[in-house]
């Protein structure tokens, strides 16, 4: 493999980028010399099979219709056996306009305008948009903060259903706690959807991006849930490819894919190229080997960025078991989300994700993208403590 370079800046600016070309038009962030912490894209060069995939369509310079996918989704039951234990048949396989739309294809494909579907907040944004888009009502299931690290609570969740929920939507590993999902917290989850007759939609777009210590187990390996479980994976958090808009959603189940192929088939849904080619290309012994070493680098930057920011009284960064996403509760500084949210974006010049976005349970809390040079997340903690240095 070609060692990469994760310490190589990348000036991202002017190229479309939403992270950093909506940085100061959403948030006033000035784009000279501001730092975008926000959108959950990567400033690194994928994988180098990746761009060779892709450099020899452009040097073949035809770009017709994809077709014949026997080999895209032999490179997924590859990845899903070789680094999850998850044995899958090609034919379980849905290729989506990425999760987001995955999201909203299982909304369609297994629920009804008004249902409840429930989360676990805070939670992914998006979720709440496509339910609330669709015309789903949302039900918030509020995470349980436990001295820094989140739990679900079974019990009141139970209380808090009135039989109008079809569906649940979890995030595993989960984005923006990050949490890696215990077997012992998945059976909980599993048994929660019996208990309530729910579709359970497991969203583990962020499964290769676990820390060293922990295991991401992927829901499907669950006993007992086969018949109302939808599995949606991607390249693209990984590999950090997430332009190319394509998502995989796995089911297992007989009677859910004809639902789901029935809506993909109205919808007229059909591959984007580029993202196949990529994903398989990514999918391969040189991408393993790369992730590895990515998540070592996203590991060293999680440290300095959680010490850093733990050394401001006051501050406190959920220690991350998966993700690049750092998750920072505000609330020991005793200020109001305007005025922590307003050092963080004025006065240090960070572009963060805002708590409250993510649904109950965020409301102190700001969100930042560690999956940048190291030299960016030393920039990023030495102006938070600047701007924070009257509490230190
Ligand atoms: C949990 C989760 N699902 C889905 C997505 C986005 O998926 P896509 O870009 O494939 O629509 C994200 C992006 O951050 C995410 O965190």
Redesign the pocket.
């Known amino acids: 493999m070609t060692t990469p370079d994760f310490d190589k800046i990348i000036d991202r600016m002017n190229t479309h980028s939403m992270k950093w070309d909506m940085m100061e038009p959403l948030y006033g962030v000035p784009a000279e010399d501001g730092l975008s912490m926000w959108?959950?894209d990567m400033d690194f060069e994928p994988p180098a099979s990746v761009t060779r995939a892709l450099q020899s369509m452009v040097d073949h310079n035809i770009y017709g219709y994809y077709g014949d996918d026997r080999s895209y989704r032999a490179a997924i039951g590859w990845w899903m056996a070789e680094r999850h234990g998850w044995q899958i048949e090609p034919e379980w396989i849905f290729t989506t306009?990425?999760?987001?739309?995955?999201?909203a294809m299982c909304l369609d494909a297994f629920t009804k305008p008004g249902d409840g579907v429930v989360l676990f907040t805070p939670?992914?944004h998006?979720?709440a948009r496509v339910i609330k888009a669709s015309g789903r009502r949302v039900v918030e299931c509020e995470l349980t903060n436990t001295n820094g690290r989140y739990e679900m609570d079974f019990a009141a969740y139970d209380a808090q259903m009135d039989g109008s929920e079809t569906m649940l939507i979890l995030?595993s590993p989960h984005?923006p706690g990050g949490r890696v999902w215990t077997k012992a917290e998945l059976k909980g989850v599993a048994a929660f959807a019996k208990r309530h007759d729910l579709t359970l939609v497991s969203?583990e777009?962020?499964h290769d991006l676990v820390m060293p210590g922990h295991t991401h187990t992927p829901m499907a390996k669950i006993d007992g849930i086969e018949d109302r479980l939808v599995m949606?994976t991607?390249t693209?958090?990984s590999f950090n490819i997430?332009g190319t808009?394509?998502?995989n959603v796995i089911i297992p189940d007989a009677a859910l894919r004809e639902r789901f192929a029935a809506r993909m088939a109205a919808l007229g849904m059909g591959p984007n190229s580029f993202g196949l080619v990529m994903a398989e290309a990514a999918y391969s012994p040189e991408g393993a080997a790369w992730i590895d070493a990515l998540v070592t680098y996203l590991d060293g930057n999680r440290q300095i960025f959680d010490a850093g920011v733990n050394a401001i009284p006051g501050l406190k960064s959920m220690p991350l078991e998966s993700?690049y996403?750092a998750w920072v509760d505000f609330s020991g500084t005793g200020m109001s989300r305007e005025d922590f949210t307003a050092r963080v974006e004025k006065q240090a010049k960070i572009a963060p994700n805002h708590g409250p976005t993510f649904g109950k349970g965020g409301e102190s809390f700001l969100r930042f993208n560690l999956a940048t040079p190291r030299a960016r997340i030393e920039a990023a903690v030495s102006r938070l403590q600047e701007a924070f240095s009257d509490l230190q």
């Open positions: 959108v959950a306009h990425g999760l987001v739309n995955g999201t939670v992914y998006a979720f995030c984005n969203d777009i962020h949606m991607a693209t958090k997430a808009h394509s998502g993700t996403l």
